[in-house]
Antibody
Framework: QVQLQESGPGLVKPSQTLSLTCTVSGDSISSGSYYWSWIRQPAGKGLEWIGRIYTSGSTNYNPSLKSRVTISLDTSKNQFSLKLSSVTAADTAVYYC?????????????WGQGTTVTVSS | QSVLTQPPSVSAAPGQKVTISCSGSSSNIGNNYVSWYQQLPGTAPKLLIYGNNKRPSGIPDRFSGSKSGTSATLGITGLQTGDEADYFCGTWDSSLRAGIFGGGTKLTVL
């Protein structure tokens, strides 16, 4: 059974870089047929897709965040990461990592529990 | 403002049926698969429907999905109080080259 777990600082200062890691257990992140994704949700609001990375390392990003986002893979640790630069209070949200599966017609079939990130001085 | 449009809320009595709509365009729903997610209070979203109308293992057949043109619909029959949650549609947008979600619909079972 595949599980995803987000980790990283819960508090980030304005203008700094938010860094989160998602650890994958129960499957290899190098397996084909999956994209590894980041989604966020401000309190009381909807889901916002941040971006995804394929096992080859190719990425897609939300155009509204593209200039500030980097998603990367660390196959040796079976992890993938999110970096969001120049953060503001508007980046305060619960951040989820998730697996997008070819077998589920690119639906997000496995989600982490989410981690809350607050941007504040 | 979301690219996909959902009603903010719907409600119905226990045992009844409800539908939730998700409206998009040819660059997203019209040419890509739609997924639906259920988010119970305080929890992560859960895949409910994929490929427009397929259910993952373990999802009851009370939940159904359909797509027509640039719109998709989630149906829930035999409503239970445990179905009270936020429901989100999601798909890929070929023009944006990005994933997108609807704004979400809060289901209340009266």
């Amino acid at each position: 059974q595949v599980q995803l777990q987000e980790s990283g600082p819960g508090l980030v200062k304005p203008s700094q870089t938010l860094s989160l890691t998602c650890t994958v257990s129960g499957d290899s992140i190098s397996s084909g047929s999956y994209y590894w994704s980041w989604i966020r949700q401000p309190a009381g609001k909807g889901l916002e897709w941040i971006g995804r990375i394929y096992t080859s390392g190719s990425t897609n990003y939300n155009p509204s965040l593209k200039s500030r986002v980097t998603i990367s893979l660390d196959t040796s640790k079976n992890q993938f990461s999110l970096k969001l630069s120049s953060v503001t209070a508007a980046d305060t949200a619960v951040y989820y990592c998730a697996r997008e599966s070819y077998y589920y017609d690119y639906g997000l079939d496995v989600w982490g529990q989410g981690t809350t990130v607050t941007v504040s001085s | 403002q979301s690219v996909l449009t959902q009603p903010p809320s719907v409600s119905a009595a226990p045992g009844q049926k409800v539908t939730i709509s998700c409206s998009g365009s040819s660059s997203n729903i019209g040419n890509n698969y739609v997924s639906w997610y259920q988010q119970l209070p305080g929890t992560a979203p859960k895949l409910l429907i994929y490929g427009n109308n397929k259910r993952p293992s373990g999802i009851p057949d009370r939940f159904s999905g359909s797509k027509s043109g640039t719109s998709a619909t989630l149906g829930i029959t035999g409503l239970q109080t445990g179905d009270e949650a936020d429901y989100f549609c999601g798909t890929w947008d070929s023009s944006l080259r990005a994933g997108i979600f609807g704004g979400g619909t809060k289901l209340t079972v009266l």
